[in-house]
């Protein structure tokens, strides 16, 4: 029996890596985007085998995750539970020890949280939360990534989380822990964070249900669809209940007159977000879709270097 292997690292929240790894991460990401946008050839994955599970849509996460193996000189492959005995009820846990053992790194995105946990727990290699029903890490540092190369540290700055307590709310309130901004959440009644994230990051962040309230003077204000993957039914009904959630401009100009917007994308203009604050020329959301790229090469050397 091969018992040579090392507990790897895995990153399913922010909170598994340190607030340093998490800087020196944001700061290889910058320095692998100037690589990438050089030209140069950089292949510090050379033949490493990412493997994906999907069991939810993606366009960002996927091709970001699969072009940056292929530029990092590895390869990824996309598994569909459609198309893989995960479909077919092969259990996660089975999956995990077998998958470990063919590739290098894995990631999933997948509803409940707990199953990216389980399949951590029998992975002999890394394991990347791509997104689950409770947070979205790898977003956050594409996010900071993002925040830090318009506007430096955000140490002590004020973010505005506007719209629903899900998953990308939850990653931002780890991130208010993690980088040690201050974060408002403007969420209508009902559709407040998890109290056993939000709990341990009192200190750094306040619910304020009034959005125009909560923008004064912010420095970045974010926002996500009203409706999460997996709630389409409910479309109807949170369209009702985030009547008044909307960033527009004139929430804008309540915040500093230099504040960042950022959408993780995919957007819902004239819900969400008015199409004029999405598509101003200043937008930083394609910088940020971008940096999804940078910021995964970033963490993908981080976790096999240490895996
Ligand atoms: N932001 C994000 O994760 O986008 P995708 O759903 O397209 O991957
Ligand atoms: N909250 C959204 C994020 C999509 C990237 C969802 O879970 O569908």
């Known amino acids: 029996m091969d018992n040579s292997h090392k507990q790897p690292r895995h990153f399913l929240t922010l909170l598994d890596l340190t607030p340093e790894e998490l800087r020196g991460l944001v700061r290889r990401a910058s320095e692998l985007k100037a690589i990438q946008h050089r030209g140069d050839i950089h292949e510090s994955l050379r033949n490493k085998v990412l493997g994906m599970i999907f069991e939810k849509s993606s366009t960002r996460t996927r091709v970001s995750f699969e072009a940056g193996m292929a530029q990092l000189g590895g390869s990824a492959l996309f598994l569909s539970p459609r198309d893989t005995q995960l479909g077919r009820g092969e259990p996660i846990e089975d999956t995990a020890r077998v998958l470990s053992r063919m590739v290098d790194v894995i990631m999933i995105r997948t509803f409940e949280h707990e199953k990216v946990e389980r399949f951590a727990a029998h992975s002999r290699v890394p394991v990347i939360n791509g997104l689950t029903d409770l947070v979205h890490p790898c977003q956050l540092l594409a996010d900071m990534q993002t925040w830090h190369e318009h506007r430096g540290d955000i140490k002590g700055r004020t973010a505005v989380w506007v719209g629903d307590g899900n998953n990308m709310c939850h990653s931002y309130i780890n991130a208010a822990r993690q980088f040690d901004f201050q974060l408002r959440i403007a969420c209508p009644e009902g559709y407040d964070p998890d109290p056993a994230i939000l709990e341990p990051a ?21 926002t996500d669809v009203w409706a999460s993957m997996g709630q389409e039914e409910e479309q109807a009904r949170r369209e009702a209940a985030f009547a008044g959630y909307q960033v ?3 929430m804008m100009a309540e915040a500093k007159p230099d504040a960042l917007f950022m959408h993780c994308l995919p957007a819902h203009r004239g819900e969400e977000v008015a199409a004029e604050v999405i598509d101003r020329p200043d937008s930083v959301v394609w910088d940020e879709a971008e940096n999804r790229l940078h910021a995964q090469k970033a963490l993908l050397e981080f976790l096999l270097a240490k895996g």
């Open 248 to 250: 527009t401009a004139a």
């Open 202 to 222: 009192a200190d750094r962040c306040e619910i304020v249900r009034d959005p125009m309230a909560a923008a004064a003077g912010a420095d970045l204000i974010v």
